[in-house]
């Protein structure tokens, strides 16, 4: 069993910061690409940004030079920092990540989310 547990979520002003955490556990041997999703209400779940364990990130464009995702593979994390945040932000934000356990399986794991709301 893999499990991704998301935090921080929460209100906050158009223009403020927020920062996501997200922790796995489980019977992990390895953790490659992680990354972060959101769907907002009435809308599909889309990319915000992803990054491999070696680093290597990829943002949506919607997000870029706003949001940072960054993660810690001795802690099996994943964040992103959210920056000048927009109404358009609001959603329900997902944690992701494709792992392999302990017994070679590979697997692609879902947070069960937390929600971001940015008031104007």
């Known amino acids: 069993q893999v499990q991704l547990v998301e935090s921080g979520g929460g209100l906050v002003q158009a223009g403020g910061s927020l920062s996501l955490s997200c922790a796995a556990s489980?019977?992990?041997?390895?953790?490659?690409?992680m990354g972060w999703y959101r769907q907002a209400p009435g809308k599909q779940r889309e990319l915000v940004a992803t990054?491999?364990?070696?680093?290597?990130?990829n943002h949506a464009d919607s997000v870029k030079g706003r949001f940072t995702i960054s993660r810690d593979n001795a802690k099996n994390m994943v964040y992103l920092q959210m920056n000048s945040l927009k109404p358009e932000d609001t959603a329900v934000y997902y944690c992701?990540?494709?792992?392999?356990?302990?017994?070679?399986?590979?697997?692609?794991?879902w947070g069960q989310g937390t929600l971001v709301t940015v008031s104007s």
């Open positions: 489980g019977n992990i041997l390895s953790m490659n690409v």
């Open positions: 990054i491999t364990n070696g680093g290597s990130k």
């Open positions: 992701n990540a494709r792992v392999v356990t302990d017994l070679l399986r590979p697997l692609e794991v």
